[in-house]
């Protein structure tokens, strides 16, 4: 019983976002080999898609990359 149950979920919302970001649905499989039912993807997401919304990690990337470039 207790090895057919899900692995625990970090209390800190963006650990779980984080892992969400790095692994993606990979990181979320179950003993069988299925994706666990209670992935929803990157809690974020909403957040994300506003229209003022400013992804600061994709503009230090862009940024180093120029730099490298120069």
């Known amino acids: 019983m207790v090895l057919g149950t899900s692995?625990?979920?970090?209390?800190?919302?963006?650990v779980?976002?984080?892992?969400?970001?790095r692994e993606g649905e990979a990181?979320?499989?179950n003993s069988s080999g299925e994706?666990?039912?209670d992935y929803v993807g990157n809690p974020f997401k909403l957040l994300e898609s506003r229209?003022?919304?400013v992804d600061i990690r994709k503009q230090r990337k862009?940024?180093?990359e120029w730099v490298k470039g120069q």
Not at 16 to 21: D, L, N, Q, S, V
Request: charged fraction near 30%; avoid cysteine; charge should be positive.
């Open 51 to 53: 229209p003022g919304f």
């Open 27 to 29: 990181g979320f499989l």
């Open 62 to 64: 862009e940024f180093a």
């Open 16 to 21: 779980w976002a984080g892992k969400i970001e």
């Open 35 to 37: 994706v666990e039912k």
């Open 7 to 14: 692995k625990l979920r970090p209390i800190q919302w963006r």
